[in-house]
């Protein structure tokens, strides 16, 4: 399995790989994010990878930033979205694509890592709700226990609230 950086000639597999994955309901709204932000321009960079095996693109995901208000200093990312292909889950291609993305943003000097999904999930990488509870999702959240973020340097966090705003692609309040 090799990990790359996904370019917008990615963008036929990312979608079909999203339509495999997520649920009906979900699919068309994951898919086009997905895509989306392989073209957004509002804030860069944005951190798109997709997890290769045999030429075939087998996961992706996806990280942007996130402001936050009156903290400028602080640089924050938001990972979303994350896809397996189901015929390759469990294999530990998510994992190596959200470890590595945060490898990068580390290298990069990012400060915080948000996401907004399963915490039994992203727990596991260290993502907790109370390193995040100082700060406000951009939307109302579905799912309010699904808001984490971790620290990728210490220090960095305050107390809240704080404001937080996400790239365009991610300004859809039902993808929240
Ligand atoms: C979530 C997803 C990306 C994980 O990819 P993967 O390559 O199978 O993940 P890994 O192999 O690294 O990890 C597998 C572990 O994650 C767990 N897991 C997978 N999806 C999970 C979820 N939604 N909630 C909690 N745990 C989950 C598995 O049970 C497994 O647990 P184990 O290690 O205890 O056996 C993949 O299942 C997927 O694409 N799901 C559909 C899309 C989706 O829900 N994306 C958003 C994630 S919140």
Request: charge should be negative; hydrophobic fraction near 45%.
């Amino acid at each position: 399995m090799n990990i790359r950086i996904a370019t917008t000639q990615d963008q036929d597999d990312i979608r079909r790989l999203y339509f495999s994955a997520f649920t009906e309901e979900e699919n068309e709204m994951v898919a086009t994010l997905a895509v989306e932000l392989l073209a957004e321009n509002s804030a860069l960079p944005i951190l798109s990878l997709v997890a290769e095996m045999e030429d075939a693109v087998v996961g992706h995901v996806a990280f942007s930033r996130l402001k936050i208000e009156n903290q400028a200093n602080i640089q924050a990312y938001i990972l979303a979205p994350l896809a397996v292909r189901p015929d390759c889950q469990q294999q530990r291609i998510g994992s190596a694509l959200v470890e590595y993305g945060m490898q990068q943003l580390s290298a990069l000097g990012v400060d915080l890592i948000f996401v907004y999904g399963a915490p039994e999930y992203y727990g596991r990488f260290g993502f907790s709700a109370e390193t995040a509870q100082g700060y406000n999702a951009p939307y109302p959240l579905q799912y309010p226990f699904g808001w984490q973020a971790i620290a990728i340097r210490e220090g960095v966090i305050e107390n809240g609230p704080h404001a937080t705003q996400c790239v365009q692609a991610l300004c859809k309040p039902l993808l929240w």
